[in-house]
């Protein structure tokens, strides 16, 4: 398997313009994460999908973002419009299950808003 | 507030060494704690995950312990290896809910 797959890997973007980060889990995983890590606040969880249905978004710092997961292959993760303080970088996990499962975690995206 | 605290913020060992990070925790009730492993540049890795019945769980080098009365959790990495420099995050989970708190993470060093 080849594991979590994000995209893009690296993102450097204008304040004011929109930003979509995508993540494709493993296959046979029900369950799907997107962190947000930055060197003052470290990982934080942004929102959790359980079989494609966003459980919890109280991690969404605001309204500018937002999460959909169309089909248990594919989720994105969108910035608009995107601020320099939303600089950082983003993963996408998947799991089995809950938090009592494993999550794998992908590459990251590291996203810089300028 | 469920918190998770990690000491120390950093290390630097000698290859060779051993090493030990701590890890406290307030989350309540409890779930498991796993400990992960962060090269520079990619996404966590779990090195363990023990539930509140496991008090000693290895990977390698890498042994983790939990004590679930005294809610503290240690990771010691033996006879270190230059690829064992990284960050080490502490990540507790909630049985209430799926909820985890991360710790800030401990960043060793390991130096030739």
């Known amino acids: 398997d080849a594991g979590v797959i994000q995209s893009p890997r690296h993102e450097v973007t204008e304040m004011g313009q929109e930003v979509t980060l995508r993540c494709k889990p493993i296959s046979g995983h029900n369950s799907l994460f997107w962190y947000r890590q930055t060197m003052m606040r470290g990982l934080e969880l942004l929102i959790y999908?359980?079989?494609?249905?966003?459980?919890?978004d109280s991690g969404m710092p605001e309204d500018r973002f937002s999460a959909k997961m169309p089909n248990a292959s594919f989720s994105t993760l969108k910035i608009q419009p995107s601020e320099p303080r939303d600089s950082a970088v983003y993963f996408c996990?998947?799991?089995?299950?809950?938090?009592?499962?494993?999550?794998?975690f992908g590459p990251g995206t590291r996203l810089t808003v300028t | 507030k469920n918190q998770v605290e990690q000491s120390p913020q950093s290390l630097i060992i000698l290859e060779g060494k051993n090493c030990t990070l701590q890890?406290?925790?307030?989350?309540?009730?409890?779930?498991?704690l796993r400990w992960y492993k962060q090269d520079t540049g990619r996404g966590p890795v779990s090195l363990t995950i023990m539930t509140f019945s496991e008090n000693t769980k290895s990977n390698g080098r890498y042994t983790a312990t939990l004590d679930a009365d005294t809610k503290q959790s240690s990771l010691h990495i033996t006879a270190s290896q230059l690829s064992d420099s990284a960050s080490y995050i502490c990540?507790?989970?909630?049985?209430?809910?799926?909820?985890?708190?991360f710790g800030a993470g401990t960043t060793v060093t390991v130096r030739a």
């Open positions: 890890c406290n925790y307030t989350v309540s009730p409890f779930s498991n």
């Open positions: 999908f359980n079989n494609n249905v966003p459980i919890d």
């Open positions: 996990a998947s799991s089995l299950g809950r938090t009592e499962y494993e999550q794998y």
């Open positions: 990540v507790v989970s909630c049985s209430n809910d799926y909820k985890l708190s």
